[in-house]
């Protein structure tokens, strides 16, 4: 059994232990199927045990290999209704289907009931390993929650933060140099391009509100951003939100700013 993917250190030493068991123990003879290549396995009985003899099986789910199936690997088929795993081969080789009698009558010897609960064990351990290992959605991280009052600055042009901040309740303004150029508004992140590029803020935010300010640490907000992709699109919509305000801005100081606007015309009354 192979888990593609970035696994952790002590899968392997589960893995090989859970192949030694697979060589060790003395399988009931089944009846063989041929691995076809390209060949989806749709055919095969729910509840069915099998074990790979010799070829590869992958284990997909939403059209990835979640899991591979090596020589010896024992597997059995769900029970359920409209499984979303599917079972493919990519080249030649071949399956054994091992039936209830056989396996029950098996489970009688004291020597293979030990072998095939460490068998199971042992898988179950290394599934539940790669499966914690993948699932980043549980992740939360170390909040830390403040309230302040209007007039409050929030974040300081040029000082330098270990913390990406979320604007939970109130409202705030971005000013560079003592000139607003834009908004924060409830549920948007700010504080963000400080803390990835380890450099200090560009701009100054101050409550224009009473307000209350979640911050995470920076490591944190990355490790989240990673985990929930449905944070880094609020993100990129704030960005967004604050880029078009920018430039709105930027449009109007440049109307303001040109000789057409600024220049009376000819008889024109001030």
């Keep these: 059994m192979y888990i593609p993917g970035d696994q952790p250190e002590q899968l392997d030493t589960l893995l090989d232990r859970y192949h030694q068991l697979c060589k060790q123990i003395k399988i009931p003879e089944g009846s063989p199927i041929p691995l076809l290549p390209g060949k989806n396995c749709h055919d095969l009985p729910a509840g069915q045990l099998i074990q790979i003899r010799y070829g590869v099986l992958d284990v997909l789910y939403n059209e990835r290999i979640a899991l591979i199936l090596q020589p010896g690997d024992l597997f059995q088929i769900p029970d359920l209704a409209d499984w979303p795993i599917k079972l493919r081969s990519e080249d030649s080789g071949q399956l054994r289907l091992l039936s209830d009698n056989a396996i029950n009558r098996a489970l009688e010897e004291t020597e293979f009931s030990r072998q095939y609960t460490q068998i199971l064990a042992c898988q179950t351990q290394a599934l539940l390993l790669a499966f914690a290992a993948a699932n980043r959605h549980g992740m939360r991280p170390t909040a ?50 400080s803390a990835l590029a380890d450099s200090p803020h560009a701009t100054s935010i101050i409550a224009e509100t009473d307000v209350t300010v979640m911050s995470v640490p920076s490591h944190e907000f990355t490790q989240l951003i990673q985990a929930q992709p449905e944070t880094f699109m609020r993100l990129l919509r704030t960005l967004s939100r604050q880029i078009d305000e920018l430039n709105s801005r930027l449009l109007q100081a440049l109307k303001v700013q040109s000789p057409e606007a600024s220049r009376a015309r000819p008889g024109q009354q001030s």
């Excluded at 300081?156 to 560079?176: C, I, Y």
């Design 144 to 193: 830390g929650f403040r309230r302040q009052r209007a007039g409050t600055v929030l974040v300081n042009a040029g000082a330098v933060s270990e913390e990406v901040f979320t604007l939970m309740r109130g409202e705030a303004r971005v000013e560079v140099q003592g000139v607003i150029v834009g908004k924060v508004h409830e549920g948007e992140i700010f504080g963000v391009l």
